[in-house]
T-cell receptor
Framework: DAKTTQPTSMDCAEGRAANLPCNHSTISGNEYVYWYRQIHSQGPQYIIHGLKNNETNEMASLIITEDRKSSTLILPHATLRDTAVYYCIVTGTASKLTFGTGTRLQVTL | DVKVTQSSRYLVKRTGEKVFLECVQDMDHENMFWYRQDPGLGLRLIYFSYDVKMKEKGDIPEGYSVSREKKERFSLILESASTNQTSMYLC????????????FGQGTRLTVV
């Protein structure tokens, strides 16, 4: 699985868009980009994933650059409940997900 | 509603005890995983299983074993618990394909004293 690099922490004002970046410059053609988040004291929760096209669901949008070497998770209107650690994972296998240390997003009033 | 259920939310065990952590999923998933999570280290994969009676070591299997006798159940075993196994343990499951999501349990916080 390709290695990912994320900022350690970010702040966002409530109601604003939160844009969380992820670098994955060694990504292979068959590897997907996944995003999970972990709210304090809970298990990780799936958010979204994509291969090369931008994706949107009820939780977030995923923007993947054309060369696929980086991506951005967008929470369009962040709320206090979005405060969590966000993990970007790149994988081409079903066998395991390798979690890094993620980005700690703090949403403030 | 899909569910991964871990048998205990909190557990306190003594050094040297044999400890069983149980995980059950109701989604007929082929893959099941055990992770541990420690501050500053993120989630680290201990073992995973892609079918009944099949298992593979993850990144930190030392001191652990697993059992998968039925598709829906995946057990993590600490043969002789030690204080350095005090941690949050997370179970997950997924379908056997790449383009899919994993579902996690709420975690078991194990303290070994």
């Amino acid at each position: 699985d390709a290695k990912t690099t994320q900022p350690t922490s970010m702040d966002c004002a409530e109601g604003r868009a939160a844009n969380l970046p992820c670098n994955h410059s060694t990504i292979s053609g068959n590897e997907y980009v996944y995003w999970y988040r972990q709210i304090h004291s809970q298990g990780p929760q799936y958010i979204i994933h994509g291969l090369k096209n931008n994706e949107t669901n009820e939780m977030a949008s995923l923007i993947i650059t054309e060369d696929r070497k980086s991506s951005t998770l967008i929470l369009p209107h962040a709320t206090l409940r979005d405060t969590a650690v966000y993990y970007c994972i790149v994988t081409g296998t079903a066998s395991k997900l390798t979690f890094g240390t993620g980005t700690r997003l703090q949403v403030t009033l | 509603d899909v569910k991964v259920t871990q048998s205990s939310r909190y557990l306190v065990k003594r050094t040297g005890e044999k400890v069983f952590l149980e995980c059950v999923q109701d989604m007929d998933h082929e893959n099941m995983f055990w992770y541990r999570q420690d501050p500053g280290l993120g989630l680290r994969l201990i073992y995973f299983s892609y079918d009944v009676k099949m298992k593979e070591k993850g990144d930190i299997p030392e001191g652990y074993s697993v059992s998968r006798e039925k598709k829906e159940r995946f057990s993590l075993i600490l043969e002789s618990a030690s204080t350095n196994q005090t941690s949050m343990y997370l179970c997950a499951s997924s379908l056997w394909r790449v383009n899919t999501e994993a579902f996690f349990g709420q975690g078991t916080r194990l303290t070994v004293v």
